[in-house]
């Protein structure tokens, strides 16, 4: 990540002093990627704010990075292309919020009801879920929590053993948060996922449970259509009055 020699510019740019700070920062790590905790990869400095967005070359906007992981904060850095797929799915519980990422973008997405989480506690992995006649063999999928307790405690083919995640499962936090699953799976929800939940309540069978739910999710249909529900009542007492 350096140049030849520390008083002469790379052709990325790093100039006097780049390489000397390079080594600061993994000593300051303890020669261990800050997203993944390796130690036995070829160890890069990161900037936490891009230098092309105006970040210093200072210590305070450096972290060390596994190159494998590092490929997943440049996902369009090519280079990085042959490495990626090394990293671990999920960063350990204490990577720094700039660096606590899932793998690939796609991973932070609920592969059931399709609700995107940026913190990865919030999520857990299918490993290696069963592939039907007409599905594609996958090596993981990715669940929100009450997805993943709801599955698990229904007949898919998922325990709570095939769940991984950030630190150590905690399966009555799994089981309890079932309840919060979505009723209906998303239309492009993964075969092996695409379970219905039974409604409980007037408005999981109402709303949920039906088309309405295309509609009332989405906020600006949602606030008209209440607006229009207030306007026939208003329309309606007038008219009794």
Not at 46 to 62: F, K, T
Request: aromatic share 6%; with cysteine.
């Amino acid at each position: 990540m350096g140049g030849d020699r520390d008083d002469r510019p790379d052709r990325r740019g790093y100039g006097e002093g780049w390489e000397a700070l390079r080594r600061q920062t993994l000593r300051r790590d303890g020669y261990a990627c800050q997203r993944c905790g390796a130690d036995d990869r070829t160890l890069q400095a990161h900037h936490v704010i891009p230098r092309a967005a105006g970040g210093p070359d200072d210590l305070e906007n450096l972290v060390t990075l596994c190159r494998p992981c590092h490929g997943v904060i440049h996902q369009r850095n090519r280079s990085f292309d042959d490495v990626r797929d090394e990293a671990p799915l999920f960063p350990t519980p204490d990577a720094p919020d700039p660096v606590a990422r899932m793998r690939e973008p796609n991973d932070q997405c609920c592969s059931r009801c399709g609700v995107e989480r940026s913190d990865p506690t919030d999520l857990v992995a299918w490993l290696e879920p069963p592939a039907g006649p007409e599905e594609p063999e996958c090596g993981h999928l990715t669940l929100c929590k009450p997805c993943a307790g709801f599955l698990a405690e229904s007949d898919t083919g998922c325990t709570y053993d095939d769940l991984t995640g950030v630190g150590r499962l905690q399966i009555h936090e799994l089981s309890t948060k079932r309840l919060d699953a979505s009723v209906r799976p998303g239309l492009f929800a993964a075969p092996q996922v695409a379970i219905r939940r039974q409604p409980r309540t007037v408005r999981e069978r109402v709303i949920d449970d039906t088309p309405l739910r295309f509609l009332w999710n989405v906020s600006p249909v949602r606030w008209a259509l209440v607006g229009l529900v207030l306007y026939v009542l208003v329309v309606a007492a007038l008219g009794v009055l």
